[in-house]
């Protein structure tokens, strides 16, 4: 009974940081959360990885992967983000009736990136019809969640703590997933090429 008492908690925390998350950026507590980031080792490996949060906790089962194919040679992270945007909303049109995977929508989508990704990825989703709200998560140098981005700038942190450290702890986990997929990619291209020269 003690561990329910400390999941009730928990839980409690986690609900109370989505509606934080609600009121801080303005829109309707996101019961789903899906958050995107690009990750690139070298130029010609260039990867996305989507983490999707359901009330305040990971959904692993609803990751998804992306390989980045409309970005050749050097890497452009805004085209890359619009790449993969594109087709994962596409993906709902095709499987909406399913209602499963893809064809749910997500009540906010958070980009790893300042305000530059969130102006290069709002227009898509306006384009098709679509009111989901999308902000940037802007790191500082040593790779700390710093800020929330919209289109014109930054919002301010300080009072929403509970907010923000689910934010934080939503770039961390979108980050790892992508770099993981990433090194993945490389390291089996690098292996190809070692095999084709043999």
Same mark, same amino acid.
């Given at each position: 009974?003690?561990?329910?008492?400390?999941?009730?908690?928990? /839980?409690?925390?986690?609900?109370?940081?989505? @509606?934080?998350?609600?009121?801080?950026?303005?829109?309707?507590?996101? /019961?789903?959360?899906?958050?995107?980031?690009?990750?690139?080792?070298?130029?010609?490996?260039?990867? +996305?990885? &989507?983490?999707?949060? /359901?009330?305040?906790?990971?959904? @692993?089962? +609803?990751?998804?992967?992306?390989?980045?194919?409309?970005?050749?040679? @050097?890497?452009?992270?805004?085209?890359?983000?619009?790449?993969?945007?594109?087709?994962? =909303?596409?993906?709902?049109?095709? $499987?909406? #009736? /399913?209602?499963?995977?893809?064809? $749910? =929508?997500?009540?906010?989508?958070?980009?790893?990136?300042? @305000?530059? $990704? !969130?102006?290069?990825?709002?227009?898509?989703?306006? *384009? &098709?019809?679509?009111?989901?709200?999308?902000?940037?998560?802007?790191?500082?140098?040593? $790779?700390?969640?710093?800020?929330?981005?919209? #289109?014109?700038? #930054?919002?301010?942190?300080?009072?929403?703590?509970?907010?923000?450290?689910?934010?934080? %702890?939503? *770039?961390?986990?979108?980050?790892?997933?992508?770099?993981?997929?990433?090194?993945?990619?490389?390291?089996?291209?690098?292996?190809? %090429? !070692?095999?084709?020269?043999?």
């Amino acid at each position: 009974s003690q561990d329910r008492e400390r999941l009730k908690r928990e /839980e409690g925390r986690t609900i109370g940081a989505v @509606k934080e998350i609600g009121g801080w950026l303005g829109i309707e507590p996101p /019961e789903r959360i899906e958050a995107y980031d690009i990750s690139n080792i070298g130029s010609e490996t260039i990867v +996305a990885g &989507m983490v999707v949060f /359901e009330g305040g906790r990971p959904l @692993k089962g +609803a990751y998804r992967k992306f390989s980045v194919r409309s970005v050749v040679g @050097k890497p452009d992270d805004y085209a890359s983000m619009r790449e993969v945007i594109t087709r994962r =909303l596409e993906r709902y049109s095709q $499987h909406k #009736e /399913e209602g499963v995977g893809f064809g $749910h =929508l997500p009540d906010l989508i958070l980009l790893d990136g300042g @305000k530059g $990704h !969130v102006a290069a990825v709002k227009p898509i989703v306006r *384009q &098709m019809g679509l009111a989901i709200p999308v902000f940037g998560m802007a790191k500082d140098d040593r $790779h700390r969640t710093r800020t929330i981005a919209t #289109e014109d700038g #930054e919002l301010s942190v300080s009072s929403f703590r509970a907010a923000f450290d689910l934010l934080t %702890s939503i *770039q961390d986990e979108v980050h790892r997933f992508s770099i993981t997929y990433s090194r993945q990619k490389h390291q089996s291209r690098a292996l190809d %090429s !070692v095999l084709r020269s043999v």
